[in-house]
Each structure stands twice: as structure tokens, then as C-alpha cells.
């Protein structure tokens, strides 16, 4: 037995640009950060870095969370830890849903066996505060779960107001921001959310594989009163309302609480490697300022749809609940849509996105992101669709799209 270098060169991937949902390029910094040297997990240096990361990441989350942490794992990971620490079997959650990750949502909670009730939007809308007051009336729900921007439909869900709805109904509430973290403002302190959680390859500029959550004191309350249960400790006044046991150890929250608390209790070993991509895309959002993060993404965004629309495309959804790292626009009548995607990828080396649900094969959906969310992607991405849409045979006014965009950056 030998390797074959054929077969098995070193990985050289081609310099693709990722402009579509997610995940994109990540930032050299971040890649540099990656290839530092491990450390032991109880180093001091290490439980160091681990207490800068939560610090950055409150800044991040926009938190004042003690509980802000890393899960080990993709953005789902985070989504899961939430949730079956959270939900016990037979507790009633009301998702609000207007897209995929909704729906995954739902996917999850009906392993946990929780009792699920829905409020639904269109693909394409997102649901009113009043009707999400309405649901919450009529179905008494232990927690609500939300998205804040689902690429699946490229719609971003106004938060304002959620929490406090959730709260005042006695009801503990969940966002995944996976999509928008470090790209739309996340506010969890300002929105009373208990857990909003995300990940690194959208909007933060990392590669996928850790999974950035905070926990309000209430919400860690409630699951730490589970964990009291599972022990069989018991504690006066708090054992009342608490479920069953949380039905899994990797992502029972409660331990891994005290990993990363003080106690240092061991639970995992923590991924180092991931750390320190996580660290460094905090210390590169907050870099930049996040203010200044937010402003870049949404002129992205407008570039992006004034270029599209300048093409004499029609861009997909509702223009006031847009997202603005990721653009949904419909492909036109007679064009083959994955032809486009293949001659984008082997002409341009730029990746778009397919859609999928009720939207496949009617959308694309591109990126501009993170790393990605600058005005010369954008540009380049524009300039490269309008060729691939010409070769299609699909008519459209040349040389249109890239100063649209230009002006729709600056605007
Ligand atoms: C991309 C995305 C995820 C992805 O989760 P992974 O496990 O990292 O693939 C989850 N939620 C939302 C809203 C997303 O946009």
C-alpha cells in the first residue's frame, strides 16, 4: 500500500468566488488564525482565549448575556443545542415560520416531541407582529422559535418587540441568526430574546463548524433547573415548571455551561482550531465596527438588486423585509437556470445559488456577504451574469447592470 499522488494530490482548490447563499470565502486573517498552534484545554492560555471569546461574541450578539459561548459543530448545532435544551418532550412551542429554516425548526421540535404549533407566512413574507401576539393568545406556548433571516427566501423577520411579546406571555423565545450574524444588526439585549444563536460562514466570514449562542439568565435558569432534575438534586422553589432530563449530552447546554464556566467541568474537548476562527471573525467584525459591517452589507444588497433590476430581471419577495447580504431573483422565462450557474462557475469561477422548496429551479439566490459583501465582488458578479444571460440567448440592455449597481452602492 502507497499513496498514489494522483489520485490523492494536496488539496489546491480553485480560487472560487462564493457569492452565493452561503457558505463564502473566508477572510485570510481567519484562515491565518486557523493554522496557530493547539493548545492543551485546560491551558491557561487556552481557557484564556475562551473567556475572550465570549466577550466578543456579547458585543457581537449585542448582549449582556453571561451565557455567550461557542457550540462545537455547523450553525444546526447551535440550532439543536437550543433547542432540546430548551424544549422538553410534550411542552408546547410555536414556530414562526416563513421559510426552510422554519421548517427545520419544526423538524427538530417533533424529535424532541414537543407539542408544535405554527404561525406562517408565504415564502417570500414574513409574519406580522400581530399575528405572532394572536398565536401566542390563542396556543399558550412554553417557547417561541423563530429565524431572523432565512436565506431560503432571502426575508429577514422584524424582531422588535418579539421578546418582550414572548416574555409578557410568560414564554421563552429563540431567533436563529445564523444568516445575518455580523451582517444585520442582531440586537439580542434591545429584542428581550432568551437565545439567539448563529454561526461563521455567512456574514462573519469563517468557514462553517462552530456556532456561536448566547442564553439570557432566565433562559439558563430553566435549563440548569432540567439539569437539577436529571440529578436528582433538588432545589426549593426551582424544580416546579422544569421538564424531564435534556435528551442529549453533546448538546446539553447545562454542561456545557460549566465547561465554559469557571468549573472548567469537562464536557467536550473544545475545538480549538474553531476557537480561534471565531475569535479571530469577532475581532474582525468588531474591527471594522459593526455599524460600519451592517452599512457595508445593505450596500451590497442595494448594489446587487439595482444591478439585477437593471438587467431587466424581476427580484424576488417583499422589498421591506429584504435581507441585505442575499438576494433572491427569479430566473427568466426560457433560460435554463443551472446552465447559467455552470457557465458562471466555469467561465468566472463565481458561484450563485440554487433555491430550493417551492422555490427550486425558480430562483437563484446570490450572496454578497462577510468577506464577500465588497463593492467589486458585487460588480464582478453582475458583470458575469449579464454574459452568462447573453449567452443564453436571454435579451438584455448590455452595460446596464454594473453602473446601476455603482450608484445604488454610493446611494
Ligand atoms: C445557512 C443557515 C443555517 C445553516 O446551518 P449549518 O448547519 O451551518 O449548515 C442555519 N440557519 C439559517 C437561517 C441559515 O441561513
Known amino acids: 500500500m502507497s499513496l498514489d499522488p494522483q489520485l490523492f494530490g494536496e488539496i489546491d482548490p480553485p480560487q472560487r468566488l462564493l457569492m452565493g447563499p452561503g457558505p463564502i470565502n473566508a477572510h485570510p486573517r481567519v484562515l491565518r488564525a486557523m493554522s496557530a498552534d493547539l493548545l492543551g484545554q485546560f491551558d491557561p492560555e487556552m481557557t484564556g482565549f475562551m473567556n475572550q471569546v465570549m466577550a466578543l461574541y456579547r458585543q457581537i450578539f449585542g448582549t449582556q448575556n453571561k451565557w455567550t459561548m461557542l457550540v462545537d459543530g455547523t450553525a444546526r448545532a447551535g440550532i ?29 421540535l417533533q424529535r424532541i416531541g414537543a407539542i408544535i404549533e405554527t404561525v406562517e407566512a408565504p415564502w417570500g413574507e414574513v409574519v406580522p407582529m400581530e399575528r ?31 421578546g418582550e411579546l414572548c416574555r409578557r406571555a ?118 471594522e465596527g459593526l455599524e460600519a459591517r451592517y452599512a457595508r452589507h445593505a450596500s451590497a444588497g442595494r448594489a446587487m438588486t439595482a444591478g439585477l433590476r437593471a438587467m431587466g430581471l424581476t427580484v424576488f419577495g417583499d422589498d421591506r423585509y429584504r435581507m441585505t447580504n442575499v438576494t433572491g431573483v427569479y430566473i427568466p422565462a426560457g433560460v435554463d437556470g443551472e446552465a447559467v450557474r455552470g457557465a458562471m462557475r466555469e467561465l468566472f469561477e463565481i458561484e450563485i445559488g440554487t433555491a430550493f422548496g417551492p422555490l427550486q429551479g425558480k430562483i437563484w439566490r446570490i450572496g454578497a456577504m462577510g468577506y464577500n459583501a465588497m463593492k467589486h465582488k458585487v460588480l464582478l458578479t453582475l458583470a458575469a451574469l449579464e454574459s452568462c444571460l447573453v449567452m443564453q440567448g436571454f435579451a438584455l440592455p448590455m452595460g446596464a447592470a454594473v453602473p446601476a449597481a455603482i450608484a445604488a452602492w454610493e446611494a
Open 80 to 108: 439543536e443545542a437550543a433547542l432540546v435544551s430548551l424544549v422538553a418532550p410534550g411542552d408546547v412551542v410555536l414556530v414562526v415560520n416563513f421559510g426552510r429554516f422554519g421548517l427545520l425548526l419544526t423538524e427538530i
Open 132 to 162: 405572532i401576539a394572536e398565536a401566542i393568545a390563542r396556543c399558550h406556548p412554553k417557547i417561541v422559535a423563530t429565524i431572523h433571516g432565512d436565506t431560503s427566501t432571502t426575508m429577514a423577520q422584524p424582531l422588535e418587540g418579539f
Open 170 to 287: 410568560g414564554a421563552l423565545s429563540y431567533v436563529d441568526a445564523t444568516a445575518t450574524i455580523g451582517g444585520m444588526e442582531l440586537a439580542a439585549d434591545r429584542w428581550d430574546v432568551d437565545v439567539v444563536t448563529g454561526g461563521l460562514q455567512k456574514c462573519l466570514g469563517g468557514p462553517s463548524g462552530s456556532a456561536p449562542i448566547t442564553i439570557s439568565d432566565r433562559a439558563a435558569e430553566h435549563i440548569g433547573k432540567r439539569r437539577h432534575v436529571e440529578q436528582g438534586i433538588r432545589v426549593a422553589g426551582t424544580v416546579d415548571g422544569a421538564g424531564p432530563r435534556i435528551g442529549s449530552n453533546y448538546f446539553d447546554l447545562a454542561m456545557i455551561m460549566d465547561y465554559w464556566s469557571e468549573k472548567r467541568l469537562n464536557h467536550h474537548t473544545e475545538a480549538t482550531s474553531m476557537l480561534y476562527a471565531a475569535r479571530e471573525c469577532a475581532r474582525i467584525a468588531l474591527g
